[in-house]
């Protein structure tokens, strides 16, 4: 791999990234329906966290470059990708959630959070 490949690398672990949490998140919190909208700004600022980390990136010379990126990346910089995913899509969720309770009725909204989707509302 050529040094300038190296951001299309950046996005594709990025995105690969976002895409694995998009996925946990949903497990998780299945009551929380998330937008496309939701899917790309997480994908968004994925990208954009690890394309600013990358000037702690230094490369050498004498070893392969895909190697090195590996390395750094899963070394310094996986796990703080990984909450900087889920802080937005803690973000992205409480949007969906306060524009969602200004339809529902003040009673709908309360059994909503405490019932979750054993609460129906009509």
């Known amino acids: 791999m050529e040094l300038n490949n190296i951001i299309d690398v950046v996005e594709k672990r990025a995105k690969d990234i976002a895409d694995q949490e998009i996925v946990n998140y949903n497990k998780a919190h299945p009551e929380v329906n998330l937008t496309d909208e939701a899917r790309e ?8 966290q690890l394309t600013l980390q990358l000037s702690k990136f230094h490369f050498k010379d004498d070893t392969d470059l895909q190697e090195q990126f590996d390395d750094w990346f899963s070394s310094n910089e996986e796990e703080d990708l990984i909450k900087a995913c889920k802080h937005c ?13 200004g339809k529902m009725s003040s009673l709908d909204a309360y059994l909503t959070k405490h019932l979750g989707s054993a609460h129906t509302i009509d």
């Not at 700004?41 to 954009?48: D, G, K, L, Q």
């Not at 899509?89 to 309770?101: F, V």
Request: net charge positive; charged share 45%; aromatic share 0%.
């Open 89 to 101: 899509l803690d973000d992205e969720a409480k949007k969906i959630r306060e524009a969602a309770s």
């Open 41 to 48: 700004a997480v994908r968004t600022r994925s990208i954009s």
